[in-house]
């Protein structure tokens, strides 16, 4: 629930709820989660869209990985998330998990794959994030503006 001012408009209204979701939305992103906080993330989201099916030995944030977002090596039960999601928005960060959870389930990307992460209500709007984060990393970079 949202109180705000009853002399705002319909206008001002819709306005500062804007607002306060932005700024919702960058508390969120800033938080960075620990290697025992990303575990406790994997436990719940294997147990909400996976029927709790995937059991990673081990979750960890790494440093090494600047082409992926995560990594899995089912064989020892490993998931790695790429430092640069740390910042992006938690439901970024649970699409990433959710993926590489899946591949402790399923190697590679075929239909029975994507069928695990059906579920994920925001699959397709986290793919479209990570899409537009890399699309922006290939664009030139324009020099900062000229101080006069």
């Not at 306060?20 to 994997?42: N, P, T, Y």
């Not at 081990?58 to 740390?86: F, K």
Request: charged letters at 30%; proline letters at 6%; glycine letters at 8%.
């Amino acid at each position: 629930m949202v109180l705000i001012p009853a002399r705002m408009s319909e206008a001002e209204e819709r306005r500062w709820v804007v607002v306060m979701l932005d700024k919702l939305a960058a508390q969120e992103s800033k938080r960075i989660l620990g290697d025992g906080e990303l575990a406790d993330r994997a436990e719940r989201l294997s147990g909400q869209f996976l029927e709790g099916r995937a059991r990673p030995a081990s979750v960890r944030w790494v440093t090494n990985q600047n082409t992926r977002w995560g990594s899995c090596t089912p064989a020892e039960g490993s998931i790695r998330l790429s430092h640069r999601l740390q910042g992006m928005p938690e439901y970024v960060i649970d699409y990433v998990l959710l993926h590489e959870l899946a591949h402790l389930l399923v190697p590679g990307h075929g239909p029975r794959f994507w069928e695990l992460l059906e579920s994920y209500p925001r699959t397709e709007r986290a793919r479209g994030y990570l899409e537009g984060v890399v699309a922006a990393d290939r664009l030139p970079h324009l020099p900062a503006a000229r101080r006069e």
